[in-house]
């Protein structure tokens, strides 16, 4: 049955190879170092990745201003959005029960 199963999926030939990374040595002296070939989209995705870090939590210039209206009484939020969003998570249901 396994034997089957390797060679169904060709597992013979993966385990033939003698090594999964590429060894090349410089010269005479005997150091090693290991080689790796990444696609477009890795590549793209570790420089987003990259970027995203550099992005704040919290955005302050927004968070000021709608502090300063909180603090002077000012703020007036669309009642609607925030009915249902209490609506959509839940919250106003287990308060009108």
Known sequence: MIGRISGQYNLDALNNK???RS??????????????????????????????????DIREDITAKFKSQVENGTYNPPLNKVAG???SAGILDAILE
């Open 85 to 87: 969003a209490l609506l």
């Open 23 to 56: 060894v090349s040595y410089n010269g005479n002296t005997g150091t090693e170092s290991d080689n790796a070939k990444f696609s477009s989209f890795g590549t793209l995705l570790a420089k987003a990745g990259a970027e995203m870090k550099n992005i704040p």
């Open 18 to 20: 003698k090594s999964r």
